[in-house]
């Protein structure tokens, strides 16, 4: 089965630089999230989008932005990179739906990016 | 917002084991999943678990929500189960709500 796609998987920055991250949900999933995790912590929530409109956000530093397209992919776009940026950023993806009046969105994470500032 | 303990944190095993991990959350909710994330770093899913028992071959959980605990069982351990678990939770109301994960338990399973 098809899973979430993200590039590049390794990216390596100096600080102050500007990194652009890419993610590419499964096939028809209208939802995508966005989970940083740095060193030895568990992935914290940065931001959602549902249908290409921002859903949940987290804490994530101004220095960050993100969009989803119209395909259902989306980016995350990172300035003034400093060393604590660096972590492992993971998007994940699900397909929201409703069950016998029950809310359902399991969410599927990608392999992950690998960001070292340097 | 919502706290999410894992215990135990540290879980040394020998080859052909059983386990049980825990979870212990401080607020309703309405989704739950168990994830695996293995020495590479990938995140893998094993159950979507809000309420109920599942089983997926040598693992199962069973989640209470009225008690907000849930629970990880692996049997018959492998050196391959070695690494980090992870519950997270949330509380659905809308597309996109986060999950918040918990600390994680480090499983190293010995041959």
């Known amino acids: 089965a098809a899973g979430v796609i993200q590039s590049p998987r390794h990216l390596i920055k100096e600080k102050r630089e500007t990194a652009t991250l890419k993610c590419y949900p499964i096939?028809?999933?209208?939802?995508v999230y966005w989970y940083q995790q740095g060193p030895g912590q568990d992935p914290q929530f940065l931001i959602s989008?549902?249908?290409?409109?921002?859903?949940d956000k987290g804490s994530i530093p101004d220095r960050f932005s993100a969009q989803q397209f119209s395909d259902y992919h989306s980016e995350l776009n990172m300035s003034s990179l400093e060393l604590g940026d660096s972590a492992l950023y993971f998007c994940?993806?699900?397909?929201?739906?409703?069950?016998?009046?029950?809310?359902?969105?399991?969410?599927?994470f990608g392999p992950g990016t690998r960001l070292t500032v340097l | 917002g919502i706290q999410v303990e894992q215990s135990p944190p540290d879980l040394i095993l020998q080859e052909g084991a059983n386990s049980t991990l825990r979870c212990n959350f401080s607020d309703s909710v309405n989704n739950l999943q168990w994830f695996h994330q293995n020495p590479w770093g990938q995140l893998i899913n094993l159950f979507y678990?809000?309420?109920g028992t599942k089983q997926n071959g040598r693992l199962s959980a069973t989640t209470v929500a009225t008690e907000r605990y849930s629970l990880l069982y692996i049997s018959s351990s492998q050196t391959t189960d070695s690494g980090v678990y992870f519950c997270a939770v949330g509380m659905i109301k809308a597309a996109g709500n986060k999950l918040t994960f918990g600390g994680g338990t480090r499983v190293l399973v010995k041959p």
């Open positions: 994940a993806s699900s397909l929201y739906w409703i069950r016998d009046r029950e809310n359902t969105d399991t969410q599927y």
């Open positions: 096939p028809r999933h209208d939802t």
């Open positions: 989008f549902y249908e290409k409109m921002q859903s």
């Open positions: 678990i809000p309420s």
